[in-house]
């Protein structure tokens, strides 16, 4: 049962929420540049990822890349690391701290600490239309983890199921770099849900999925900050309008293509340095 509210509920109730991470002196991408620099840029690689599958791709500093929905509904999930440094990697809940719980065209992918610097930026969001629905949902998440067969046994009374997004990522994260699924799990990390409508139920608060907006020809575009090593997963929801870790769900395949700017595109432009907090905690 819950507590009888205080006297004062009401007051402490009104008070006025305070942003815990002003952006106004985030660094600003220069989305002209990096626009211009896709309008001209060459397709210089392609990576198709099956239906519940997931692949590895790389992506030079300055170069972009652009997640694409080619046949159907689909969801994707997205990790990315430094290309030299498997320790620099997406961290989703810094980026949420910072741009909020679902990510467009402005926002940046950070990376963990102790680097925190900007490893992607997204340039192009075709879903910007979607916004805000009715149930509170947005679209590309930085709060859902990723489907993981931890859970599914957690929550399921079957077996093992390998086509989870953690392990999907892992599987591929191996066949790219040569660790062993063990070794390759532990990089493994909390991702950008590419393409997923999500919120939280105003009643109870619990993380919600909802049918994507996504169509055949949507796609992110970003622009690489630094050497990226990316992995993407096909989930296995589909859409995620039902479930997800399902072999029932319909499920399409999702491209990334890589391009290269034309020489001079990005005259100015300089990759972001690591983070100049010294790291000596008050020692």
Not at 46 to 72: A, D, H, M, N, W
Not at 158 to 166: L, W
Not at 181 to 191: I, K, L, N, R, T
């Amino acid at each position: 049962m819950p507590r009888p509210a205080p006297a004062d509920a009401e007051v402490r109730r009104a008070v006025a929420p305070v942003i815990a991470y002003p952006d106004d002196s985030l660094p600003a991408p220069d989305l002209p540049l990096y626009r211009a620099a896709m309008a001209g840029a060459r397709k210089v690689d392609e990576v198709r990822i099956p239906p519940r599958e997931g692949r590895c791709f790389r992506v030079p500093r300055g170069q972009l890349f652009r997640i694409l929905s080619v046949e159907g509904p689909q969801v994707g999930d997205l990790n990315l690391w430094n290309a030299a440094d498997l320790s620099e990697r997406f961290y989703s809940g810094k980026t949420r701290a910072l741009h909020g719980t679902h990510l467009t065209a402005g926002d940046r992918m950070w990376s963990a600490f102790p680097h925190l610097r900007p490893m992607a930026t997204i340039v192009e969001d075709t879903l910007d239309w979607y916004g805000t629905d009715a149930y509170g949902g947005r679209v590309h998440d930085v709060i859902g983890t990723r489907c993981d067969p931890y859970t599914h046994a957690l929550l399921s009374e079957g077996g093992a199921y390998h086509h989870c997004c953690h392990s999907n990522l892992t599987r591929a994260l191996a066949a790219e770099t040569g660790l062993s699924p063990a070794e390759a799990e532990g990089h493994v990390h909390d991702v950008l849900n590419v393409f997923m409508c999500t919120g939280f139920t105003r009643e109870t608060g619990q993380y919600f999925m909802k049918a994507s907006p996504v169509r055949p020809g949507d796609h992110l575009d970003f622009f690489a900050e630094i050497d990226l090593l990316g992995a993407l997963s096909a989930c296995p929801g589909g859409d995620c309008s039902a479930e997800h870790s399902s072999d029932a769900a319909a499920c399409h395949p999702l491209v990334v293509q890589v391009f290269e700017p034309a020489d001079g595109a990005l005259a100015g432009w300089t990759p972001p340095e690591r983070n100049a907090y010294d790291r000596s905690h008050g020692a």
